[in-house]
C-alpha cells in the first residue's frame, strides 16, 4: 500500500486543494489526515468537505475538538481563540457531527499508528528526544507512527534506547528501529518554508518520502484579510512561521 499522510490543514482551502492535486499524481491507495483541519484560515466548511467527500480518514486536532465545542480555548493564544469562536460561528451542524465524531488515535491494519499531538493527548508537543522517548514507550509493538501538531516535518529515530532526530526528505524503514514521523503541515508550515508539506510512506518498499509543493497564498491571504480576521495569520503565511 502506499498512504499519503498529511496534518494541520488549518482551514486553508487552495493548500489543500494543491496538495491533493499532487497526491492525484502520485498513485496512492489512501489519504490519511492526522488532524486540524480547521483553524487559523477563512476555509472551515470547504475543508471539512473535501475531507469528507474524498474518505480520508482523519484523527482529530486540538483545534477539531475546540471548534466542535468539546472543548474550550481556555489555553490557546488569543488569536488561536479567536479563530476558535470564528470557526464555530461558520461551521455547519453536519460538519460539527463530523469534527465530535473523530477519533483521537487509529491503527492502520497492524502497520502504523496515527496520532496528533501525543499517543495520549491531542495537546501535547513532540518537540524534543524526551517527548518522543515517552511516546515510543507507548506505542507497545509498533515500530512506525506518524503525528502532527507542530507544523514542522522531522523523524524521531530510536535504536536500544537512543534517539536521534532525522530531517532527510527520503528514509529507509530498517528493521531494528522504530520511528515516529511528522509530515509537517498542509496549511500552516512553521519551518521557514512557506510551502505545503506532505509524505507518501510505502509499506512495500518500506520507504518514506517528503514533499512541498507551492499553493494560491494570496488568495487565502485576501480572505483572511477580507473576513476582517487576524492580520498575523495572514502574515505568517508568507513567513512559514
Ligand atoms: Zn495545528
Redesign the pocket.
Known amino acids: 500500500m502506499r498512504y499519503a499522510i498529511l496534518?494541520?490543514i488549518?482551514s486553508n482551502l487552495e493548500a489543500l486543494t494543491s496538495v491533493l492535486s499532487k497526491i492525484d499524481t502520485l498513485r496512492v491507495d489512501e489519504v490519511i489526515s492526522l488532524?486540524?483541519i480547521v483553524?487559523?484560515n477563512a476555509d472551515p466548511n470547504e475543508c471539512i468537505e473535501i475531507i469528507r467527500k474524498r474518505g480520508i480518514r482523519a484523527i482529530m486536532?486540538?483545534?477539531d475538538s475546540r471548534a466542535a465545542g468539546l472543548e474550550e480555548p481556555a489555553d490557546f493564544n488569543p488569536v488561536a481563540a479567536e479563530m476558535v469562536y470564528w470557526t464555530r460561528k461558520q461551521l455547519t451542524k453536519e460538519n460539527i457531527e463530523f469534527l465530535k465524531g473523530l477519533p483521537g488515535k487509529l491503527a492502520f491494519e497492524g502497520r502504523f499508528l496515527a496520532f496528533?499531538g501525543w499517543m495520549d493527548s491531542t495537546d501535547g508537543y513532540i518537540l524534543s528526544a524526551s517527548d518522543a522517548a515517552y511516546n515510543f514507550s507507548l506505542m507497545g509493538t509498533s515500530t512506525l507512527a506518524f503525528f502532527?501538531?507542530t507544523?514542522v516535518r522531522l523523524a524521531y529515530l530510536e535504536k536500544d534506547g537512543v534517539i536521534e532526530a532525522d530531517t532527510a526528505s527520503r528514509l529507509k524503514i530498517r528493521k531494528g528501529l522504530r520511528y515516529l514521523v511528522n509530515p509537517g503541515?498542509v496549511g500552516?508550515p512553521r519551518d521557514g518554508d512557506p510551502r505545503s508539506s506532505f509524505l507518501v510512506y510505502d509499506d512495500k518498499k518500506g520507504e518514506i518520502t517528503f514533499f512541498r509543493v507551492g499553493y494560491d497564498m494570496e488568495r487565502t491571504r485576501e480572505k483572511i484579510i477580507g473576513a476582517g480576521l487576524p492580520q498575523t495569520l495572514a502574515e505568517r503565511l508568507r513567513l512559514g512561521m
Do not use: E, L, M, W
Request: net charge negative; proline share 0%; aromatic share 6%.
Open positions: 496534518s494541520d488549518h488532524g486540524d483553524g487559523y486536532g486540538n483545534h496528533h502532527g501538531h507544523h503541515a500552516q
